[in-house]
C-alpha cells in the first residue's frame, strides 16, 4: 500500500469508493485526522481500511468559500478519473440549548441556509419561498442513522449562517423557524451545495464548542469540542468502510 502526503491531505489504498472532509480551518482538519488513525496530525498520510481513500482539507471560513474549494476538490478529482462518492462537512459549531450540549457531537438530517433569503415586514423569508431555489440539502437517511448510532451523536437540522448568533433574541428566532435544529455553523450549506451540484451524496457532522446566544467566550469550549470530533471520527471509521452511496 502507498501512501501520499502533502499538506493536510489524508489519502489511504484504493478500496470502495472516496471520501472528502471538509473542515473550515487547520486545526478541524487536524482534529479529523487524528481520529482517522493519523498518529501525526496534519501530515497527511493515514490508510482506512475498505473505505478506500479519504481526502480531509480545510476549505475556509463561510459558505461562499467552503463551496468554491469543496468544487475545487471535487471538480480536480473527477478530472483525473477519482470521483468522490461521498462529501462530509465537519468542524465546531454552536450547540441549541438544551438538546446540544457543549462536547457533544451533532449530525444533520437537514443542512439548512438559515439566513439565505430577505428580510420583509412580516418576517423573514427563506430563497425557497421567494421561488429562487434550495435552503435545505438532506443527507443519506440510512447514513444519519448509522453515524448517530456509532457515534451516539444526536441527529438534527445544522443551520448555516453567514453571520454566528450573538444574542438570545436571534437564537430564539432561529429556533422558531427551524424547530428541529441542533446547530449552528457557517460552512456546511456551501460544501452541500458544491456535493449536489456534482451528484455526490453529503453529510455534516458537527461538535458542540459553545452554545447559541449571547456571545461569551468565557463559554466556549473549543478543546473538549475538538477532542470529541476526533473520537467522533475514531467511531466514523467502520462506518465508513460499509457505507454504500446506493443505500437509502
Known amino acids: 500500500m502507498e501512501l501520499q502526503a502533502r499538506e493536510g491531505r489524508l489519502i489511504a ?15 478541524e482538519r487536524d482534529a479529523v485526522v487524528a481520529g482517522l488513525g493519523e498518529s501525526s496530525p496534519g501530515s497527511g498520510a493515514s490508510a482506512l481500511g475498505a473505505a478506500g481513500r479519504v481526502d480531509v482539507i480545510a476549505v475556509g ?11 475545487s476538490a471535487l471538480t480536480a478529482a473527477a478530472l483525473v478519473g477519482t470521483p468522490y462518492d461521498l462529501v462530509v462537512s465537519a468542524g465546531i459549531g454552536g450547540g441549541f440549548q438544551p438538546d446540544a450540549p457543549v462536547g457533544t457531537l451533532v449530525v444533520a438530517d437537514e443542512v439548512v441556509a438559515a439566513d439565505l433569503g430577505a428580510e420583509t415586514e412580516d418576517g423573514f423569508v427563506s430563497v425557497t419561498e421567494l421561488g429562487f431555489g434550495t435552503v435545505r440539502h438532506r443527507p443519506p437517511g440510512e447514513l444519519v442513522r ?11 437540522a445544522v443551520l448555516t449562517v453567514s453571520t454566528v448568533t450573538g444574542t438570545a ?7 422558531e423557524r427551524h424547530p428541529t435544529a441542533l446547530a449552528e455553523a457557517m460552512e456546511g450549506f456551501g460544501v452541500a451545495e458544491a456535493a449536489v451540484a456534482q451528484g455526490v451524496p453529503v453529510l455534516e457532522v458537527r461538535a458542540i464548542s459553545n452554545p447559541v446566544g449571547p456571545r461569551d467566550r468565557a463559554a466556549w469550549r473549543i478543546p473538549d469540542a475538538l477532542a470529541a470530533l476526533t473520537e467522533g471520527f475514531g467511531k466514523l471509521v467502520p462506518v465508513l468502510e460499509s457505507w454504500n452511496r446506493h443505500d437509502s
Open 13 to 27: 489504498a484504493a478500496g470502495l469508493g472516496r471520501v472528502l472532509v471538509a473542515t473550515a480551518v487547520s486545526v
Open 61 to 71: 471560513v463561510g459558505p461562499g468559500l467552503a463551496a468554491a474549494s469543496t468544487a
Open 146 to 156: 448509522r453515524v448517530a448510532e456509532v457515534t451516539g451523536a444526536r441527529a438534527g
Open 169 to 175: 433574541a436571534r437564537a430564539a428566532a432561529l429556533r
